[in-house]
């Protein structure tokens, strides 16, 4: 078995002007009034193709010169960077998981749950202790490549639903518009 009868060839260098045999495709699927394919020619800054294409080929793109100008794409999922940014989001994340009560599951155990041991536990709490540092901010500091919807998970996990609700609601009001603004 030949490799040359069975796979075509590509030619990487722009200024050859070379057609190749398509011969292992059935005539059905050949796209062009002739059997070959031909590479594209280098025309400046862009390569134009010099075999014929139809008009519906284009009929439905559009190409805008400014980005996200006619893009209707949805926001990706945010990551804990994403709503690092968000100052009054962290201001009630930092409300609501920076008390310590014996019964309501807080900071160290989200973080505990994500792989901080009890003495970077101990010393994170004894550097926020007294100042302006919020452990909560600098747990979610720590872990901010991890997505918001692992986040939301930890969430349900301890049955925090009121953080659960605040992250939803940012997710879908808030992070698309932010997102759409940014890009």
Excluded at 12 to 26: A, I
Excluded at 43 to 53: A, H, M, P, R, S
Excluded at 106 to 120: C, I, L, P, V
Excluded at 156 to 162: E, H, P, S, T
Aim: net charge neutral; aromatic share 10%.
């Amino acid at each position: 078995m030949s490799l040359q009868s069975n796979h075509p060839v590509q030619v990487t260098d722009p200024q050859d002007q070379v057609t190749l045999q398509l011969k292992s495709l059935p005539p059905s699927h050949k796209s062009l009034s002739s059997d070959r394919i031909r590479q594209p020619v280098d025309n400046g800054n862009k390569y134009v193709y010099t075999g014929t294409i139809s008009a519906d080929f284009f009929k439905d793109l559009q190409y805008s010169d400014s980005p996200c100008e006619k893009c209707y794409c949805s926001a990706p999922p945010p990551k804990i960077s994403d709503l690092m940014n968000d100052e009054d989001l962290l201001y009630i994340l930092r409300l609501k998981l920076d008390p310590s009560h014996c019964t309501i599951k807080n900071w160290k155990n989200f973080a505990s749950r994500w792989g901080m041991t009890y003495d970077e536990l101990v010393l994170l709490e004894h550097r926020t202790q007294g100042s302006a540092h919020s452990p909560t901010q600098e747990f979610l500091r720590r872990y901010n490549e991890k997505s918001v919807t692992e986040l939301t998970e930890l969430c349900r996990i301890y049955q925090r639903i009121d953080v659960l609700r605040v992250l939803q609601q940012w997710v879908e009001k808030d992070w698309p518009s932010r997102w759409q603004k940014a890009h």
